[in-house]
C-alpha cells in the first residue's frame, strides 16, 4: 500500500504523522462489529461543550444494512461516488444544534462533532484502518432520505475501510492518491499573542 506519512517541522504522534485521507478502497474486507464499536467509542470520548455529545453518527455498514449504505452513497457528489462505493461502511457525521439540557442553540456543537469525528478517523489509523472524510455530499437529501429531526445538521460522510492498491482508482483519482501531501506553513495558520503581529 502506498504510504503518505506527514513531513512535520519537529516529530509528532505517528498516528497523526500516519493518518491521510485515501481513496482507494478494498471492495472485498468488510469491517467486524468489534473493530467497528472501537471506532464508535472513540468517538462517544470526544470532549463537548457542557459535556452535551451533540454528535450523532449514522452507521452504514455494506453487510449488514445494504439498503440505508446505498441510500447514503446515493448523497454523495458523483465523483465520491466513484470511489466510496469501495468502503463497506459509510458513516453520516451529525451535529445537533440545540442543547441537551436547556434546548438553547449551541454553537459549539458544529466543532464538537468535527472533535468526535476526528477521533474516530485516528482510531482507525491506530487500528490499520483507513478513512476519508467528504463534505461533498447532499445533506438535504440525508435529512429526507434518513427521516432526520430538524435540529440534526448533517456535517460529512466519513468512508470507513481496509486500503487497496492505489492502481485500483481511474487515472484522475490515481494521481490525486500518489500526490504528496502538503499543509500550509506554520505562520500562515498560527499566531503568537497577537492576531496582527
Known sequence: MHNKPAISSVPIHDILQNRWSP?????????????????????????????????????????????????????????NQLWARNAPVLILSMAMHEFGHNGKPNRWSMYDAGAASVSLCLQATAMGLATHQM??????????????????????????????????????LRETEFKARSRKPLNECFYFGSFNA
Not at 461543550?49 to 452507521?59: H, K
Not at 460529512?156 to 487497496?164: C, D, E, P
Request: with cysteine; charged share 25%.
Open 23 to 79: 481513496r482507494s478502497f478494498d471492495a472485498d474486507k468488510s469491517i467486524d462489529p468489534q473493530t467497528l464499536t472501537a471506532l464508535l467509542e472513540a468517538a462517544r470520548w470526544a470532549p463537548s461543550c457542557f459535556n452535551d455529545q451533540p454528535w450523532r453518527f449514522l452507521v452504514c455498514n455494506k453487510t449488514t444494512h445494504l439498503s440505508a449504505w446505498e441510500k447514503l452513497l446515493s448523497t454523495l457528489g458523483e465523483k
Open 135 to 172: 463534505g461533498g455530499f447532499d445533506a438535504s437529501q440525508c435529512k429526507q432520505s434518513f427521516d432526520l429531526p430538524d435540529a440534526c445538521n448533517p456535517m460529512s460522510v466519513i468512508a470507513v475501510g481496509h486500503r487497496a492498491a492505489a492502481e485500483l482508482l481511474p487515472d484522475d
